[in-house]
């Protein structure tokens, strides 16, 4: 991409995905006040940028190893993403920013990460989320924050859904959530929880998402009992476990990989 704005130097930047669901990380000393919502939706379109579901600014922190600032793909600021910290702690990592086991900021406050192994361009990552102490039940539904706005709707027919067609019409509906939420569809085959997620931001379904993953163990808690998961989404899987207390989530836990992909410069 070119620029003519004498200002903007070259940028490096990488792609790491976490089971599909793409990111592009930038590390800077400061916010540069040119990476704006548009120049942001510029480059994770896929068909005139980079292309990713979101963009995760890597900043330096005076409370712990870094700073997450992670963009959706309109070029908003969104909230927690949970495969986005696992990248973000891998690339921490990868970059030696941070040591295998490492405390970043994020929008919702403070996360612990842990590398757990590497292979090739795969680093396992077990991320640790925010308590959950409040939840909603709305019929066959589940309203939730895992760092992110979450609703989990039970259904019989995941792979016939058409996910962005009703996804759009729980994101956007007001009664819902005054600003929007993302919407989960989640079914129970052969022993597996399945789950398909419309992510608001990226306004399409992704291949994964770690809060929704999140957001539906702790569904799957709530409806059928237990405190691990193992949770399949169209991109892989993710490991979810928590500790279970009367009216709380605590030590809540996300498990899996976060592949580096290449790198190159703006």
């Known amino acids: 991409m070119t620029t003519n704005n004498p200002d903007r130097k070259k940028t490096t930047f990488y ?31 896929r068909h005139f940028g980079i292309g990713a579901d979101g963009m995760i600014l890597i900043l330096p922190s005076e409370k712990t190893d870094f700073r997450m600032l992670y963009f959706n ?7 927690m993403c949970g495969n986005g910290g696992r990248c973000a702690a891998a690339f921490a990592f990868n970059q030696g920013i941070a040591q295998k086991a490492m405390h970043f900021e994020a929008f919702d406050g403070l996360h612990e990460a842990v590398i757990l192994s590497q292979s090739g361009q795969s680093t396992m990552v077990s991320l640790q989320l925010s308590d959950v102490q409040s939840w909603q039940h709305t019929g066959d539904a589940l309203l939730i924050n895992t760092g992110s706005p979450h609703l989990v709707q039970r259904v019989d027919n995941l792979h016939e859904l058409d996910v962005v067609v009703e996804g759009r019409k729980i994101r956007y509906n007001k009664a819902i959530a005054e600003n929007g939420i993302n919407a989960n569809f989640f079914q129970i085959k052969d022993g597996l929880i399945e789950l398909r997620t419309y992510e608001r931001g990226v306004e399409a379904e992704t291949l994964s998402c770690g809060t929704g993953v999140t957001a539906a163990a702790i569904a799957a808690s709530l409806w059928y009992g237990g405190n691990s998961f193992e949770i399949s989404m169209p991109g892989g899987r993710l490991k979810v476990q928590f500790n279970v207390g009367t009216n709380s989530f605590t030590e809540i836990r996300l498990e899996g990989p976060a592949t580096f992909v290449f790198e190159g410069v703006l």
């Open 73 to 79: 793909a309109d070029g908003l600021e969104g909230s």
């Open 15 to 45: 792609k790491y995905h976490g089971n599909g669901n793409d990111f592009i990380i930038i590390r800077q000393d400061y916010f540069p006040v040119w990476m704006n919502k548009s120049w942001i939706s510029a480059i994770c379109d």
